[in-house]
């Protein structure tokens, strides 16, 4: 057997910028995909559990689909084991992570998946190797669609810059609520709505995007020095920014103004918006206040932490 878990992630500053070249912020986080691989001669499968679904199966031989949801979540592990042709295996997948809702389940299932496949058949890949082979294989499952980041952060763990390239940085943890408006997200679509905008008003929208930047280079000293207040009010300067351009929505700004009600010390949309999730900053004492605050509001909340370790694999010989 061999078992791997590979972390979500939340981007703390710089969503839809960052595909302009502008730098954003990403942490991983405390919420895992684990994975188990255990040899089953004549038999491949792959078995999936969620927190948002019920337990499902899927047969690669038969073909078998028990829920229309393992496509979803089975689709990126099946892709790893095509990759490398492995067979005769059953893997089992168990993730703290909602689906497609900007928390990057979907990478860190595809690095999980990977990392503990490289030690079960002895590939040799490195975590370099683990992490842009993952990015490719995300993204071909997606169409095409997907960022660096999300499958950087579950390889690596800890905080990245990201621009046009990937930069560790040495950060202290934060604690982060996270509300969920519990609807998926489409980021495809709020990506291509984002440009659309800043090609029609490059004037206006360029910009607001250099302001994200700025915010996103400031953050990491602000971080550094855990100087909360003031990264509290750069997250709702961001927030505010991205409903400039569009991204919000009435369920993302009751759960954002809740949060500011129940004394987070700042609080913005994660990833791209349109549904999905936002974070809150909790103050010293404030965090049980907080996710009550949230769920009272309608959403889905629970307490993270950020910056937590990458992949991480087990093998019982
Ligand atoms: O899909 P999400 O919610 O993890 O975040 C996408 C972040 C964007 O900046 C909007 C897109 C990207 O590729 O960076």
Redesign the pocket.
């Known amino acids: 057997m061999t078992a791997a878990s590979a972390p979500g992630?939340i981007?703390l500053f710089?969503?839809?910028a960052?595909?302009s070249g502008v730098s954003?912020l990403g942490g991983a986080i405390d919420l895992r995909a684990r994975v188990r691989l255990e040899d089953t001669p004549g038999k491949t499968s792959i078995e999936a559990r969620d927190l948002t679904l019920q337990g499902f199966r899927l047969d690669l031989i038969t073909g078998q689909i028990v829920s229309a949801d393992a496509m979803r979540a089975t689709r990126y592990v099946s892709s790893v084991l095509k990759e490398y042709g492995a067979r005769d295996i059953t893997v089992k997948v168990d993730s703290d992570l909602p689906l497609a809702a900007?928390?990057?389940s979907s990478a860190a299932i595809v690095v999980a998946t990977l990392a503990a496949l490289n030690e079960h058949m002895d590939l040799g890949l490195s975590r370099i190797d683990v992490a842009s082979q993952a990015y490719k294989i995300e993204k071909a499952v997606q169409q095409g669609l997907?960022?660096p980041?999300?499958t950087a952060l579950a390889t690596y763990g800890g905080y990245l810059q990201v621009s046009r390239d990937i930069s560790p940085l040495d950060l202290p943890q934060l604690d982060m609520a996270v509300g969920s408006t519990k609807q998926p997200?489409d980021?495809r679509c709020?990506?291509e709505r984002?440009q659309g905008l800043l090609a029609q008003h490059p004037d206006i929208v360029g910009p607001i995007f250099q302001a994200i930047g700025a915010i996103s280079s400031k953050a990491v000293a602000l971080l550094r020095d855990m100087r909360l207040e003031e990264l509290g009010e750069l997250m709702n300067v961001n927030h505010g920014l991205l409903e400039a351009v569009g991204v919000g929505t009435k369920e993302l700004s009751e759960l954002v103004y809740a949060a500011r009600a129940g004394e987070a010390l700042g609080a913005k949309i994660?990833?791209?918006?349109g549904g999905?999730c936002m974070i809150a900053l909790p103050s010293s004492e404030g965090s049980t206040r907080l996710i009550a605050a949230l769920k009272q509001a309608g959403g889905r909340a629970f307490l993270v932490k950020t910056g937590c370790e990458g992949v991480r694999v087990v093998r019982d010989r």
């Open positions: 992630k981007i710089g969503e839809h960052v595909v954003a900007g928390l990057g997907g960022s980041m999300d997200h980021t709020e990506v984002v994660t990833g791209a918006g999905g």
